[in-house]
């Protein structure tokens, strides 16, 4: 059974920086990106960032680039996001997915499996 858990969140001001880490277990046939994603109260949940299987590759949203960067081991289980600059609209639940494809994509629906995500709040 495949598992995707991520720790990191919490309380910062603006301006802050804040590190999340998704770690993923149990067997994947297949290899696979890996992204971030993120859900403000009353919205949608929202591309952040991903990472390919290669490592050669990352996406973001253009809200979060040259604040965020998404980083990946070399063992390609465990996957962080870097968040510096923190804005209070970057306030929402983030959530770790695992990818169906080796590319990274911004879709939420090319992503298998989902952690429970975790909240990141910026105050003012």
């Known amino acids: 059974q495949v598992q995707v858990v991520e720790s990191g969140g919490g309380l910062v001001q603006a301006g802050d920086s804040l590190s999340l880490s998704c770690v993923v277990s149990g067997r994947i046939d297949w290899p696979y990106s890996m992204g971030w994603f993120r859900q403000a109260p009353g919205n949608e949940r929202k591309f952040v960032a991903a990472?390919?299987?290669?490592?050669?590759?990352?996406e973001y949203v253009d809200s979060v680039k040259d604040r965020f960067s998404i980083s990946r081991d070399g063992a390609k289980n465990t996957v962080r996001l870097q968040m510096n600059s923190l804005k209070p609209e970057d306030t929402a639940v983030y959530f770790c997915?695992?990818?169906?494809?080796?590319?990274?994509?911004?879709?939420?629906?090319?992503?298998?499996?989902w952690g429970q995500g975790t909240q990141v709040t910026v105050s003012s």
């Open positions: 990472i390919n299987w290669n490592l050669n590759t990352m």
């Open positions: 997915a695992v990818g169906a494809y080796p590319d990274v994509t911004k879709l939420s629906y090319t992503y298998a499996y």
